[in-house]
């Protein structure tokens, strides 16, 4: 036997969990990997020119880029212990820190959409634009017009240059939340390299989900559904393998493991990631490109449901799973 | 890290601890440390089948590891090693209570300030300033825990470790802790 008493306390009550990122977190890495999606899905469309075919996702999904990355960023700001230190991240950059990476990406992404918003958002939101735009010039703040004129038309100009530099930009936001975790080599279970790739695709099906649920032409809808299920499938095999990697690891990442595969994460994990998550949108989606008329909201809200739960269930078995049993 | 600068590190004799908490209690008074917290505890650790049954009672604190992987994880630099020595500090307003440094140490020997930044054992650095012990050391009733220089081949803690058969804990984790236990 190998019976452990603490006589005094130990450092944190930690108890069973670390217990040191509550919900907060989960909601950022969800919206942050979110965001990653969309950014991606949006450049590309730009890119090459889909307009006419997709419209949602070429001129109107990148507004949604930054404000749910700021949402996010707020969850953040709230788990944050001595928040009024907050500005500390942007004095410092510490190459070893993947988390000081993450704060210096996420305002990279401003910029970024800001630029593609404007280069979009004349077809994609035109009467808003308009509106504006006559509101603008009837105002006092009329000398602002003509700046606001040559920031758009800078913008339409260089949008593919920009499209081309925002795809790296969002697959890196979507792969650090992964590494940033991977990187706590005292967390077993989430000790594999593979976590970046698996938040990243489970973030380009949470956008794609998302555009689905908003996108109103019916092509664009098929066609996002056909990437959709591309990324379901990439996520499954990678989270096989990422379970396989685990198991023929070092004991601590077997006993990790054990969590999801008859430990007490077992049940949900594999209801709400993999089934709800997973499986069943997969299904559904599938049934969808065959004619089956099924609403596709609901595919894609299980998709997004499956997300949310995939980051809640893996930010707490990291903190449960331990190299001490103290 | 060349000669010049101090490897302090703590061998703590598991033979001569006998768990009486006055470390513990010492390191409270000493450091201020808030209610419900704790930058030193203590451990026992019983193995085997009865009758064959063996305690080890330790007595733990953060290790000061020579790869500390919470130096690495911090965002801002808080996290850092005091000028000249291996002694692993925080600096309070540089830290933004994100916890990545909590969530890299696999001793789980840090935790947050009511104030909300982070703390833990800083081998009393203000007593060593001064030409002191840590407070722990200097409370230990049995004399089980001796502080000192590892760069100095004639420190106790250096002569110790040639002679006595000697743990870390957990050094597979691969942070090359400091703190080492005689067995």
């Not at chain 1, 944190?12 to 909601?27: A, D, F, K, Q």
């Not at chain 1, 969800?30 to 999606?37: D, E, S």
């Not at chain 1, 950014?39 to 469309?45: F, H, R």
């Not at chain 2, 106790?156 to 236990?181: D, M, W």
Request: glycine letters at 6%.
């Amino acid at each position: 036997m190998n019976e452990i008493v603490l006589t005094t306390k130990k450092a944190i009550e930690s108890g069973h969990s670390l217990g040191i990122w509550r919900w907060e977190v989960p909601i950022y890495l969800f919206l942050g990997g979110l965001t990653a999606g969309i950014l991606i899905i949006a450049a590309c469309m730009i890119l090459k020119d889909k307009e006419k075919e997709f419209p949602f996702s070429t001129n109107k999904l990148i507004l949604l880029s930054p404000i749910l990355l700021s949402i996010g960023m707020f969850f953040l700001f709230l788990d944050l212990d001595h928040k009024l230190y907050v500005w500390r991240f942007y004095t410092a950059f510490r190459i070893t820190s993947v988390m000081s990476w993450g704060a210096w990406i996420l305002i990279l992404v401003y910029p970024l959409s800001l630029v593609l918003l404007l280069a979009t958002v004349k077809k994609g939101y035109t009467e808003y634009y308009q509106k504006f735009s006559t509101w603008l010039k009837g105002s006092q703040y009329n000398k602002l017009s003509p700046i606001i004129e040559k920031l758009i038309n800078w913008s339409e100009k260089y949008k593919k240059p920009v499209a081309m530099a925002t795809i790296p930009v969002g697959i890196l936001l979507g792969i650090y939340t992964g590494i940033l975790l991977s990187a706590f080599s005292a967390r077993p279970f989430w000790n594999s390299e593979l976590l970046g790739f698996l938040f990243l695709v489970s973030g380009l099906s949470t956008g794609a989900a998302l555009i689905i649920l908003l996108a109103k032409e019916h092509h664009e809808r098929i066609f996002i559904t056909k990437l959709d299920i591309g990324f379901i499938v990439i996520e499954a095999i990678i989270l096989v393998l990422y379970i396989f990697g685990m198991l023929s690891s070092s004991l601590q990442h077997i006993d990790a493991i054990q969590l999801i595969l008859g430990g007490e994460l077992t049940p949900v994990f594999w209801s709400f990631v993999f089934a709800i998550g997973m499986v069943i949108p997969l299904a559904l989606e599938i049934l969808e490109l065959r004619g089956k008329a099924i609403p596709v909201h609901i595919a894609a809200s299980l998709v997004l449901v499956g997300g949310l739960a995939l980051r809640f269930i893996f930010v707490e078995a990291g903190q449960i799973s331990n190299w001490l049993p103290y | 890290m060349n000669s010049k600068t101090k490897k302090y590190a703590m061998v703590i004799d598991t033979r001569l601890c006998v768990g009486c908490g006055a470390c513990v209690a010492a390191c409270k008074m000493e450091n201020q440390v808030p209610e419900g917290l704790h930058r030193d505890w203590i451990v026992e650790q019983v193995t085997g089948t009865y009758p064959n049954l063996s305690l080890e009672i330790r007595s733990e604190r953060c290790n000061h590891c020579s790869n500390a992987p919470c130096i690495t994880s911090c965002p801002t630099g808080a996290s850092h090693r005091k000028e000249g020595t291996n002694i692993v500090v925080v600096t309070a307003n540089k830290c933004t209570g994100c916890k990545a440094c909590m969530a890299s140490c696999p001793y789980n020997a840090r935790f947050v300030m009511p104030d909300g930044y982070v703390s833990k054992c800083t081998f009393c650095e203000h007593r060593l300033d001064e030409g002191l012990e840590p407070a722990c050391a200097s409370a230990c009733p049995t004399h089980a825990i001796t502080f000192g220089n590892l760069h100095d081949k004639m420190s106790q803690v250096s002569k110790l470790l040639k002679v006595r058969k000697y743990k870390t804990i957990i050094p597979e984790a691969g942070t090359e802790p400091n703190i080492f236990y005689l067995l």
